[in-house]
């Protein structure tokens, strides 16, 4: 069976890798992970406040009142910016499997030039996760974007290394900005980032944070801008989000994706589960016919639906007509 893919000029066995995560802290995990079959491992993020100290100036505060989570101490996180160089310098030492570096951040400023040194450090490629949540009521759809793609061009500007964004799905029309994204120098989308939505403490009368591992009822939204994006801009697709079974591999290959990142399901289960999944992708494919990954890619993608509508509003005019016989 050729489970054979490309994602990020990189040749991989077969597309289950593990996701941006913080089992890349311990090296023996490492190890366990490449031990279990993963084709790639992606790095947890550097964060943009690690390295710039805050925002830089000018940006955009978030509106006098908002209630939000409090700005993380330097000690929240998990790998200061000295101490992250060193791991993935480790990790790349651990194993032989490629390793993708992560940043985080919002805004333009000289933090963009860790890029360079996790480029000198061994980095495979970068993964640059836009993660922004919009809230001043001034700031536009297109200033929004136009951040995150000056952001794109600044660390394409800056490495030569294959360049992923991972991206939330709330745009306004996504795949014209996927598009954009391919023009200002992205290689590929990692489909979706997950919002860590705040809860309130009725006591402390507070904001807390809360932190659930995905579910598979979140990999439907993944499908539907896989399938939509496929074939249809200059970009590999990872699916990322929601995956637990072989039946959601399967199904992301079907919409369009290139690889699939796990990490919840690894958390979870610990490494095994990278075993169970590409076994079962395996006999899937077998029970079904299909000799290779190319066969089965993308055959449900929007462009290569006989019926667009079924993507665009067919599917929602139906569900609501015909919901009794649904639930």
């Known amino acids: 069976m050729d ?5 990020l000029g990189l040749e991989l066995p077969h597309p289950l890798m593990t996701g941006a995560s913080p089992l890349v802290d311990d090296l023996d995990m490492v190890r366990r992970l ?6 790639a491992i992606v790095m947890h993020s550097l964060f943009e406040e690690q390295i710039a100290g805050g925002p830089e100036p000018g940006h955009q505060a978030e509106p006098a009142g908002a209630p939000a989570l409090p700005p993380p101490e330097p000690t929240d996180y998990r790998l200061g910016p000295d101490r992250y160089l060193s791991q993935l310098l480790a990790v790349k030492q651990a194993v032989a499997v490629p390793v993708i570096a ?20 061994g980095a ?3 993964e640059l996760n836009v993660y ?9 759809a297109e200033e929004v974007e136009f951040e995150a793609l000056e952001m794109v061009r600044a660390v394409r500007a800056v490495v030569s290394v294959p360049l992923a964004v991972k991206l939330s799905p709330f745009y306004t ?3 014209h900005f996927a598009d954009r994204l391919a023009g200002a120098g992205a290689d590929a989308l990692v489909l979706f980032n997950r919002l860590y939505q705040p809860d309130y403490d009725l006591e402390k009368l507070q904001v807390d944070g809360t932190l659930h591992l995905s579910e598979p009822s979140e990999l439907l939204l993944r499908l539907r801008w896989l399938a939509i994006l496929h074939g ?11 995956v637990a079974s072989a039946a959601d591999v399967v199904k992301s290959l079907m919409a369009g994706a290139d690889v699939v990142q796990v990490v919840s399901c690894l958390m979870r289960e610990g490494p095994a589960a990278l075993a169970r999944l590409r076994a079962g992708l395996e006999s ?37 007509q015909n919901w009794r016989s649904l639930v």
């Open 3 to 7: 489970l054979r893919t490309r994602y």
């Open 232 to 242: 249809r801009v200059p970009m590999a697709l990872a699916a990322s989000g929601g």
């Open 102 to 121: 992560s940043l985080n951040g919002t805004t333009l400023g000289y933090w963009l030039e860790a890029a360079k040194l996790l480029e000198q450090a």
């Open 34 to 39: 490449e031990d279990a079959g993963t084709a």
């Open 173 to 175: 029309s996504l795949a």
């Open 132 to 140: 922004r949540l919009a809230t001043d009521p001034r700031l536009t």
């Open 124 to 126: 495979d490629a970068i």
């Open 284 to 320: 899937w494919l077998a029970a079904h016919g299909y000799d290779s990954l190319d066969d089965l890619r993308g055959i449900l993608s929007l462009a290569r639906c006989p019926d667009p509508s079924v993507y665009e509003r067919a599917n929602y005019t139906h569900l609501l």
